[in-house]
């Protein structure tokens, strides 16, 4: 056990003294949730709106200055009829599209109010809500002024939500869940096998096997660092997401700990399997990327919701652990649901963490012999 | 003297179809200084980890210090050490925190390590750069530090596979004196190596070819033999390699 330990503190001593290591550990954990956070949840400034105006009165004339002119919108297309109006949205060309039925300004006056539709885009939902608040915030303006007119009367805002890539409403924090998945992945699979692949490079390990250390004692002591510092890394995410943008785990933390020392211990399991096949740095650094961290991002649902992909990607997603992970933290962090729900996802995690490590067992026994 | 310590009989090492080691017979005196040597691709390498129990032979007997290469490896491990030509040593790491790391490994004791290494560091003159990193050294340090470490144990016998590569020959000249040194305490020393006159520096050396070993005697002897002037010259006429090649 002497002997274990003492293995163990080298392993800290390389991690500690190599700078590099240190920023993929955590700085570009930390730089990825601010970096997402704040694309996610930017304040609103110059959003293009579109208008589609069916009366086009004076009335609406001054409530779409007025939108155009309060700093947050900037003046998009004016759109013709109801059917542009998704592919306004869609295209990018507009955050935002307003809405004024026929007969408005005369609605107004007649029966003293009058109603118009603010359809926002559901794929981006702090979007959605900070533009209905505000216009509907301008809208309350116009009516202050109304009030002391000669002709009173009252604008109601009738916001409208189209979900659009996005039918489920998503949080706003999903990126959360998906960011933790990927950096997890990154750093335990990715290091352990260049660590250990380094070893076989360098020389040392021959050293290593030739000592009283039994294999097994070599595998753990190189990986039992990267176990906890990830550990430490997911709990820093959590965190940063908490101080920063006020996500609080809706489920049971202790589960959630749990799991993520589960997906740990997987994509460690991982990175040992992919050193025990790479002859080099570059093949396990390569092998890592496009057998775990491109996968991860584009097809663990993190991205692109699985529903809306591809059958065949669909296929190839399921044989990938990260998106059960996705699934258990959305659970666990948003849903709030507890582990009755996530109980196959789990399962699966573990028959691949067990497959992996019964995969490298052989294949380091083979390399011995 | 006369003490066997490793001792080989009809070991054979396939590799598919490829016999990288054809019924090996040897024995290694205990405190001699045994000489390996051999062609590239002669079988070397393959012999010399399967005699530090670094992988395992498709058949035969092998012994070392006593103890069976199948069953007890573990105890093997214990009681050799073993360098090879790429030193062992981390480049990240400084020299006090080397000679700790394979003291920890080998389970001796913290205040053993303690002793042992300001007496190794003393005996090197590298007390001055401990808490340097390995990178920063010149290469003749790194091969002593090296060695020191792999004998840190005190093991019965140590393995140097090729030790003395792209070193300067003062430096490989210093190395040698280390290994009479140890030598003379009582420590086996089995060594690859590619230079001639190192072979001359042995009590017996061995030459491999194609898988065999072809000569093994004293080197004065085999220059007797095959009436060559140096152990270079004997080495020539044996162990060049098959002659459809030429």
């Given at each position: 056990m002497k002997r274990f330990i003492g293995f163990?503190?080298?392993?800290?001593?390389?991690?500690?003294?190599?700078?590099?290591?240190?920023?993929?550990?955590?700085?570009?954990?930390?730089?990825?949730?601010?970096?997402?956070?704040?694309?996610?949840?930017?304040?609103?400034?110059?959003?293009?709106?579109?208008?589609?105006?069916?009366?086009?009165?004076?009335?609406?004339?001054?409530?779409?200055?007025?939108?155009?002119?309060?700093?947050?919108?900037?003046?998009?297309?004016?759109?013709?009829?109801?059917?542009?109006?998704?592919?306004?949205?869609?295209?990018?060309?507009?955050?935002?599209?307003?809405?004024?039925?026929?007969?408005?300004?005369?609605?107004?006056?007649?029966?003293?109010?009058?109603?118009?539709?603010?359809?926002?885009?559901?794929?981006?939902?702090?979007?959605?809500?900070?533009?209905?608040?505000?216009?509907?915030?301008?809208?309350?303006?116009?009516?202050?002024?109304?009030?002391?007119?000669?002709?009173?009367?009252?604008?109601?805002?009738?916001?409208?939500?189209?979900?659009?890539?996005n039918p489920l409403m998503k949080s706003q924090f999903m990126f959360v869940p998906g960011l933790i998945t990927m950096i997890m992945i990154m750093i335990c699979a990715l290091m352990t096998s260049i660590t250990l692949t380094r070893e076989k490079e360098f020389g040392t390990m021959e050293a290593l096997l030739a000592s009283p250390l039994k294999p097994v004692q070599i595998i753990l002591g190189k990986v039992v660092p990267y176990f906890f510092l990830s550990?430490?890394?997911?709990?820093?995410?959590?965190?940063?997401?908490?101080?920063?943008?006020?996500?609080?785990?809706?489920?049971?933390?202790?589960?959630?700990?749990?799991?993520?020392?589960l997906y740990i211990l997987m994509s460690l399991s991982l990175g040992i399997l992919i050193s025990s096949k790479a002859k080099n740095m570059q093949q396990a650094i390569f092998g890592t990327l496009v057998g775990g961290m491109l996968p991860t991002v584009l097809l663990s649902g993190f991205i692109v919701p699985i529903d809306s992909m591809p059958e065949i990607y669909q296929w190839i997603s399921a044989v990938l652990p990260p998106r059960y992970f996705v699934v258990i933290l959305k659970n666990i962090m948003i849903k709030g649901t507890g582990f009755l729900f996530i109980w196959k996802e789990t399962l699966i995690l573990l028959l691949f963490t067990t497959g992996f490590i019964a995969l490298s067992l052989r294949s380091f026994k083979t390399r011995l012999q | 003297m006369e003490e066997n310590i490793i001792s080989v009989r009809n070991l054979v090492?396939?590799?598919?179809?490829?016999?990288?080691?054809?019924?090996?017979?040897?024995?290694?005196?205990?405190?001699?200084?045994?000489?390996?040597?051999?062609?590239?691709?002669?079988?070397?390498?393959?012999?010399?980890?399967?005699?530090?129990?670094?992988?395992?032979?498709?058949?035969?007997?092998?012994?070392?210090?006593?103890?069976?290469?199948?069953?007890?490896?573990?105890?093997?491990?214990?009681?050799?050490?073993?360098?090879?030509?790429?030193?062992?040593?981390?480049?990240?790491?400084?020299?006090?925190?080397?000679?700790?790391?394979?003291?920890?490994?080998?389970?001796?004791?913290?205040?053993?390590?303690?002793?042992?290494?300001?007496?190794?560091l003393n005996r090197l003159g590298m007390t001055d750069v401990r808490n340097k990193l390995i990178a920063g050294l010149p290469l003749g340090w790194k091969q002593k530090?090296?060695?020191?470490?792999?004998?840190?144990?005190?093991?019965?016998?140590?393995?140097?596979?090729?030790?003395?590569?792209?070193?300067?020959?003062?430096?490989?000249r210093q190395f040698w004196e280390m290994i009479y040194e140890t030598a003379s305490g009582g420590t086996t020393i089995f060594v690859t190596t590619h230079y001639m006159d190192e072979a001359e520096y042995c009590d017996r050396i061995s030459i491999m070819s194609e898988g065999k070993i072809v000569a093994l005697d004293t080197p004065a002897a085999l220059k007797r033999i095959y009436q060559a002037p140096s152990v270079e010259e004997v080495f020539v006429k044996i162990a060049r390699p098959s002659k459809s090649l030429l």
């Amino acid at each position: 056990m002497k002997r274990f330990i003492g293995f163990v503190k080298k392993e800290f001593l390389h991690i500690f003294r190599d700078y590099l290591t240190m920023i993929i550990l955590f700085g570009i954990p930390a730089v990825l949730v601010l970096l997402f956070g704040f694309v996610i949840s930017t304040e609103l400034k110059d959003a293009r709106v579109a208008f589609l105006d069916l009366s086009n009165d004076g009335t609406t004339h001054r409530i779409s200055e007025k939108i155009c002119s309060s700093g947050f919108f900037k003046r998009g297309a004016s759109l013709d009829s109801f059917d542009d109006i998704e592919s306004a949205l869609r295209s990018g060309k507009a955050r935002a599209v307003v809405v004024f039925g026929n007969d408005f300004e005369r609605n107004l006056i007649r029966e003293g109010r009058a109603t118009l539709s603010v359809i926002t885009d559901g794929s981006e939902p702090n979007v959605a809500t900070q533009t209905t608040t505000f216009i509907s915030a301008i809208v309350a303006g116009f009516n202050a002024d109304l009030a002391g007119s000669d002709s009173p009367g009252t604008l109601l805002v009738q916001p409208e939500v189209r979900m659009f890539y996005n039918p489920l409403m998503k949080s706003q924090f999903m990126f959360v869940p998906g960011l933790i998945t990927m950096i997890m992945i990154m750093i335990c699979a990715l290091m352990t096998s260049i660590t250990l692949t380094r070893e076989k490079e360098f020389g040392t390990m021959e050293a290593l096997l030739a000592s009283p250390l039994k294999p097994v004692q070599i595998i753990l002591g190189k990986v039992v660092p990267y176990f906890f510092l990830s550990l430490i890394d997911a709990i820093l995410i959590l965190l940063l997401s908490w101080w920063v943008f006020g996500l609080t785990v809706k489920g049971s933390l202790i589960l959630l700990l749990a799991e993520v020392m589960l997906y740990i211990l997987m994509s460690l399991s991982l990175g040992i399997l992919i050193s025990s096949k790479a002859k080099n740095m570059q093949q396990a650094i390569f092998g890592t990327l496009v057998g775990g961290m491109l996968p991860t991002v584009l097809l663990s649902g993190f991205i692109v919701p699985i529903d809306s992909m591809p059958e065949i990607y669909q296929w190839i997603s399921a044989v990938l652990p990260p998106r059960y992970f996705v699934v258990i933290l959305k659970n666990i962090m948003i849903k709030g649901t507890g582990f009755l729900f996530i109980w196959k996802e789990t399962l699966i995690l573990l028959l691949f963490t067990t497959g992996f490590i019964a995969l490298s067992l052989r294949s380091f026994k083979t390399r011995l012999q | 003297m006369e003490e066997n310590i490793i001792s080989v009989r009809n070991l054979v090492r396939k590799f598919g179809s490829f016999t990288a080691n054809d019924n090996l017979s040897f024995d290694v005196r205990k405190g001699e200084i045994f000489g390996f040597l051999g062609a590239n691709g002669a079988g070397k390498t393959t012999a010399v980890r399967i005699l530090c129990g670094l992988s395992k032979p498709t058949s035969g007997e092998v012994k070392i210090a006593g103890f069976d290469i199948y069953r007890e490896t573990e105890k093997i491990k214990r009681n050799i050490g073993y360098m090879s030509q790429r030193f062992s040593l981390y480049e990240d790491l400084t020299v006090a925190e080397n000679i700790q790391l394979y003291g920890g490994i080998y389970g001796l004791p913290n205040r053993l390590i303690r002793e042992k290494q300001a007496e190794l560091l003393n005996r090197l003159g590298m007390t001055d750069v401990r808490n340097k990193l390995i990178a920063g050294l010149p290469l003749g340090w790194k091969q002593k530090l090296a060695f020191s470490v792999a004998i840190l144990h005190d093991p019965k016998i140590v393995f140097l596979d090729e030790p003395t590569g792209g070193v300067d020959p003062i430096a490989r000249r210093q190395f040698w004196e280390m290994i009479y040194e140890t030598a003379s305490g009582g420590t086996t020393i089995f060594v690859t190596t590619h230079y001639m006159d190192e072979a001359e520096y042995c009590d017996r050396i061995s030459i491999m070819s194609e898988g065999k070993i072809v000569a093994l005697d004293t080197p004065a002897a085999l220059k007797r033999i095959y009436q060559a002037p140096s152990v270079e010259e004997v080495f020539v006429k044996i162990a060049r390699p098959s002659k459809s090649l030429l």
